[in-house]
C-alpha cells in the first residue's frame, strides 16, 4: 500500500473541504447580515398597520367572571363546610373557560382529590349544571365520559349570572359525591352573599 498516495488523497480532501466550508460560513454570515438589518422604527405615538386591530364592536364579546377575591371566598367557604362536617376535601374554582383561579387543599386530603376537585368545576362549568345531573347524562350519551378534563362524579355546581355560566366549583374527597356536591353548594352560597 502506497501511504503517500494516501496522504495527497487526505490533504486534496482537507483542502476541498475547508475551502466548502469557508464558502458556506461566508454565505451564511452575508445571508445573516442581509436578514439582520432592523426594520424602520415607527413614529413616535404610531402603532404599524400589521400590530392594529379594528374590530367592529359585532366582532367582540364580553364576558363576565369572578375576581380572585369572590373566587377564594367561595373555595373558603367549601372547604369550611367540609370541616365543620369533618370531612378533609380539596376544592377547586375555575373560571368560565374552564382555568383554575384557586385551589385549596384541606389538611389531611387524599392525593386524588386535588385534580378530581379541579375536574368536576371544570365539568360544571362546561355544561351549567351540577355534576350529579351530569351522571345521569352519561345513561344516554355515554361517550361524554370521554371528553379531556371532565369527571363525572357528584360534586361539582356552577356558578351563574342571569343563566349563564361564569365559574364551577369542584370538591373532591369526602367519602360521597353527595357529601362533596354538598360543600361545593356552601361555596357558591357565600358568592351570593
Known amino acids: ?14 483542502v476541498i ?5 469557508a464558502i458556506l460560513a461566508a454565505g451564511t454570515i452575508g445571508a445573516v447580515s442581509a436578514s439582520a438589518a432592523a426594520p424602520a422604527a415607527p413614529a413616535a405615538g404610531t ?10 364592536p ?3 364579546v364580553s364576558t363576565t367572571h369572578l375576581d380572585i377575591d369572590a373566587a377564594t371566598r367561595a373555595a373558603r367557604a367549601a372547604l369550611d363546610a367540609a370541616e365543620r362536617e369533618g370531612q378533609r ?6 373560571d368560565r373557560n374552564g382555568n383554575t383561579l384557586v385551589t385549596l387543599r384541606g389538611d389531611g386530603a387524599g392525593p386524588q382529590s386535588y385534580e378530581s376537585a379541579e375536574q368536576k368545576a371544570f365539568t360544571a362549568v362546561s355544561w351549567n349544571a351540577p355534576t350529579s345531573e351530569l351522571v345521569e347524562r352519561l345513561k344516554s350519551a355515554p361517550n361524554l365520559k370521554d371528553i379531556p378534563g371532565t369527571l363525572f362524579l357528584a360534586g361539582g355546581a356552577p356558578v351563574a349570572v342571569k343563566g349563564a355560566p361564569v365559574a364551577g366549583i369542584g370538591v373532591a374527597g369526602a367519602p360521597s359525591g353527595d357529601l362533596d356536591e354538598k360543600f361545593a353548594r356552601a361555596g357558591v352560597t357565600a358568592l351570593s352573599r
Open 1 to 14: 500500500m502506497n501511504l503517500n498516495a494516501f496522504s495527497d488523497v487526505s490533504k486534496r480532501t482537507r
Open 17 to 21: 473541504a475547508g475551502s466548502a466550508a
Open 47 to 56: 402603532v404599524p398597520a400589521s400590530v392594529r386591530a379594528d374590530a367592529a
Open 58 to 60: 359585532r366582532d367582540l
Open 89 to 94: 376535601v380539596s376544592v377547586a374554582v375555575v
